[in-house]
């Protein structure tokens, strides 16, 4: 049987139009053959196109067009929309405010400072050493927005990058958002691993966060840094059983052991203990409910 290569109708042996759509039947030996032609024709014909004097030129020029608009988007200026001031008198307010938060630690309390673009560009600019070359602006967003500027054959360049700030591990790292370098597009993932895999690994020693600082937040020319001395890893609340985080969590074993009675009575020498803690009027609420609970038991 001969299969109709136009409909796919099974004709019989020798037949030469199909009798389905009328079209011509042909043997596969040939219709393979014709095919082979094409083939050959059409890759002759891409040949002699690659050796066009045009192509050839557009394979040059297409190449030269993009590096000179990537060039082009790389070197336009970039300016942040403000100028922070740098002054001693931000530095000393900035250094203040870590002694404040320093002190807080030492007396476990819960406590954030808020800095100032003002104050954070003044530390930076005048205890970081940077040639005229290399200078840099941060401005306070919703996060840190960093200009870098560095001038290379007297034409200056910027590098902006859009990051939040965390700590992780006692450690420093960048959570890198946008980056572009003049007004090109950068892949955010390639500046965020340089930073946190390279830079901080490097330098890590010194750039560790103390211990007394957990996160940060942000909002339009401030940066609050906060302290949670119930948050710290590794510290006395470990070590210590009178420390009011191992305290809370005795009590919490004995409450889900449904021993209520002692539960109680743990939280109530918690209440008197800590009364300044924050979590101390919640944890009054609490000890309502359970004995409201034992009362109807």
């Known amino acids: 049987m001969i299969e109709c290569g136009n409909c796919g109708e099974k004709n019989r042996p020798g037949a030469i139009y199909c009798r389905a759509c009328g079209g011509r039947l042909l043997d596969p030996h040939i219709l393979h053959k014709e095919e082979q032609k094409r083939l050959q024709i059409s890759k002759s014909r891409l040949e002699k196109m690659s050796k066009s004097p045009i192509n050839k030129f557009l394979k040059i020029l297409i190449p030269i067009i993009i590096f000179v608009f990537v060039i082009y988007l790389i070197i336009q200026p970039v300016k942040p929309n403000r100028i922070p001031a740098v002054s001693d008198r931000f530095i000393k307010k900035f250094e203040e405010k870590l002694i ?4 807080s630690y030492n007396n476990s309390k819960l406590y954030r400072i808020a800095v100032t673009e003002e104050e954070l ?14 200078s840099l602006d941060i401005l306070l967003d919703e996060g840190l927005l960093i200009y870098l ?10 590098l902006t990058i859009y990051c939040g700030l965390l700590v992780e591990e006692n ?3 960048i ?16 500046v965020g691993y340089l930073t946190n895999s390279v830079f901080l ?35 006395k609340s470990q070590k210590n059983p ?3 985080d191992t305290m809370l969590k005795n009590a919490n074993d004995l409450y889900n052991a449904n021993d209520y009675r002692k539960a109680i009575e743990l939280y109530k020498k918690i209440i ?5 803690d924050p979590r101390i009027p919640a944890l009054k609420s609490w000890c309502e409910e359970i004995e409201t609970k034992l009362i109807k038991q």
């Open 171 to 173: 450690q420093f790292a």
């Open 272 to 276: 008197v203990k800590f009364p300044d």
């Open 149 to 158: 500027y560095r001038t290379i054959l007297g034409r200056p360049l910027t």
């Open 175 to 190: 959570d890198v958002l946008r980056v572009k370098f003049g007004k090109l597009p950068i892949p955010s993932f390639l």
């Open 121 to 134: 560009n003044s530390f930076l600019k005048l205890n970081i050493p940077s040639g005229k070359e290399l």
């Open 242 to 244: 009178e420390h009011i």
């Open 100 to 103: 404040r938060l320093q002190d």
């Open 201 to 235: 690994k490097k330098f890590g020693s010194e750039i560790s966060a103390p211990p007394y600082i957990t996160s940060f937040e942000f909002s339009e020319n401030l940066m609050y840094i906060k302290y949670d001395p119930y948050a710290t890893i590794g510290s």
